[in-house]
């Protein structure tokens, strides 16, 4: 399958993405991992990324859209591919829509996650990330089983740099001035399906009703 995951942060994308790649073999794309990862190896994009990523903001189309034009050609990505956190301004959507029909390919359609923001503020403020697989847990609802260690490959679990009160808010904001449109734009195109669930089960569930699976 070829989905997008809309959504604001914290309202599952992630979570979401991971659990489809197991149906059928689709890749899961995160630009936001694959900048922190840069970040982490402290490659020039990372250095170019790395204080807007702090701050909450976005880093600038021109990047973002030179790392996925990359991304999409590589060899994983004949299976499918589940776009997480990507596009996120309409310049970035209408580059995609480009870049898609250049390749000759189309997506299924678009997910827009929709979760209220006081569930999305508490899960963003109790959300621990593996820093080396990206393992997603919360203190309080999915800890991991010794603290600070990941489960899944003994990784160091950390609160996000920009997972702080104030880069939340930012987060929020930004998402809501630049990356909301997209839900619209994409409803132009006739591509969307609106899922309002806190549930990851409940999301994927309607992505496979509307796949017919
Ligand atoms: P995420 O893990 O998706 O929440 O992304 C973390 C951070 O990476 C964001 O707050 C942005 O600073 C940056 N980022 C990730 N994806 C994009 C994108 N598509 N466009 C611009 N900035 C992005």
Same mark, same amino acid.
């Given at each position: @399958?070829?989905?997008?995951?809309?959504? +604001?942060?914290?309202a599952g994308?992630?979570?979401?993405?991971k659990?489809?790649?197991?149906?059928?073999?689709?890749v899961?794309?995160?630009?936001?991992?694959?900048?922190?990862?840069?970040?982490?190896?402290?490659?020039?994009?990372?250095?170019?990324?790395?204080?807007?990523?702090?701050?909450?903001?976005?880093?600038?189309?021109?990047?973002?859209?030179?790392? @996925?034009?990359?991304?999409?050609?590589?060899?994983?990505?004949?299976?499918?591919?589940?776009?997480d956190?990507?596009?996120?301004?309409?310049?970035?959507?209408?580059?995609?829509?480009?870049?898609?029909?250049?390749?000759?390919?189309?997506?299924?359609?678009?997910?827009?996650?929709?979760?209220?923001?006081?569930?999305?503020?508490?899960?963003?403020?109790?959300?621990?990330?593996?820093?080396d697989?990206?393992?997603?847990?919360?203190?309080?609802?999915?800890?991991?089983?010794?603290?600070?260690?990941?489960?899944?490959?003994?990784?160091?679990? !950390?609160?996000?740099?920009?997972?702080?009160?104030?880069?939340i808010?930012?987060?929020?904001? !930004?998402?809501?001035?630049?990356?909301?449109?997209? +839900?619209?734009?994409?409803?132009?195109e006739?591509?969307?399906?609106?899922?309002? +669930?806190?549930?990851?089960?409940?999301?994927?569930? +309607?992505?496979?009703?509307?796949?017919?699976?």
């Amino acid at each position: @399958m070829k989905l997008i995951l809309l959504g +604001a942060p914290g309202a599952g994308k992630g979570t979401v993405a991971k659990l489809l790649t197991k149906m059928d073999g689709s890749v899961q794309i995160s630009t936001g991992d694959i900048l922190r990862g840069a970040v982490a190896a402290g490659t020039e994009l990372g250095k170019q990324a790395e204080a807007a990523m702090k701050a909450g903001d976005l880093v600038s189309d021109d990047l973002i859209m030179g790392i @996925m034009k990359d991304r999409l050609q590589e060899d994983d990505c004949k299976n499918g591919y589940l776009l997480d956190g990507f596009p996120r301004t309409i310049p970035q959507a209408e580059a995609l829509k480009k870049l898609l029909a250049d390749m000759g390919e189309e997506l299924d359609f678009v997910v827009n996650i929709d979760v209220p923001r006081d569930v999305i503020l508490d899960r963003l403020t109790t959300r621990r990330t593996c820093e080396d697989c990206g393992a997603i847990y919360n203190v309080k609802s999915n800890p991991t089983k010794v603290e600070g260690v990941c489960d899944a490959c003994g990784g160091k679990v !950390v609160q996000r740099d920009d997972e702080t009160e104030e880069a939340i808010s930012n987060r929020l904001d !930004v998402y809501n001035e630049k990356t909301a449109p997209l +839900a619209d734009f994409y409803e132009k195109e006739g591509m969307l399906l609106t899922v309002s +669930a806190t549930s990851s089960d409940a999301v994927i569930d +309607a992505i496979k009703e509307k796949l017919g699976k």
